[in-house]
T-cell receptor, first 118, second 111 residues
């Protein structure tokens, strides 16, 4: 079975340009996450979806970042306009359900989209 | 504030040697803690999960321990191989908040 698929793997853009990342989660996984990972750091949550609903977007910089998950499957993350500080790896992950009390859900990550803003 | 702290930040060992990575958590309430391995340029992959009732769990050359009293977990790698070179990330459960990721330990196994 295919894992989480992300594209593009690499993207180089100039500052102030827009960029979009796409994620296809594992079939049947209700929960989808977008994480940002800076070099040498752990992933930081940007947004979490339960099916189509964004249930946690408190860390998403909404002035320039937007995300959507149409039909509760694929998701896109957009940055417009990009800034130099947005250079990072953007990881998409999915899980059957949300890890919490009574659930030991494993997150399955894609290989990430590495963004370089010049 | 729920936190997960890992040590050391980085580690270099010779191939064939053993090593132990540490994870201290303050996540409450606690249900489980998971270790992920992240190869360079790849996404994290789960190695093992420790629940409240487990003290030790092995997965091949990887052995994880959990001490709920001291709120510490460790990941022991036996007879290291070059392919063990990666970042190892400890992740606490969300409790009533977000999943809490540690900053990871970067391990380099040298030939």
């Amino acid at each position: 079975e295919a894992g989480v698929v992300q594209s593009p793997r690499y993207k180089i853009i100039e500052k102030k340009q827009p960029v979009a990342f796409w994620c296809n989660p594992i079939s049947g996984h209700n929960t989808l996450y977008w994480y940002l990972q800076n070099l040498g750091q752990g992933p930081e949550l940007l947004i979490r979806y339960e099916n189509e609903e964004a249930v946690d977007d408190s860390q998403l910089p909404k002035d320039r970042f937007s995300a959507e998950r149409l039909k509760g499957v694929d998701s896109t993350l957009k940055i417009q306009p990009a800034e130099l500080g947005d250079s990072a790896v953007y990881l998409c992950a999915s899980s059957l359900d949300y890890p919490g009390q009574g659930s030991t859900g494993e997150l399955f990550f894609g290989e990430g989209s590495r963004l370089t803003v010049l | 504030k729920n936190q997960v702290e890992q040590s050391p930040q980085s580690l270099i060992i010779l191939e064939g040697k053993n090593c132990t990575l540490q994870c201290n958590y303050t996540v409450s309430p606690f249900s489980n803690l998971r270790w992920y391995k992240q190869d360079t340029g790849r996404g994290p992959v789960s190695l093992t999960i420790m629940t409240f009732s487990e003290n030790t769990k092995s997965n091949g050359r990887y052995t994880a321990t959990l001490d709920a009293d001291t709120k510490q977990s460790s990941l022991h790698i036996t007879a290291s191989q070059l392919s063990d070179s990666a970042s190892y990330i400890c992740v606490g459960p969300p409790g009533f908040q977000k999943l809490v990721f540690g900053t990871g330990t970067r391990l380099l196994v040298s030939p």
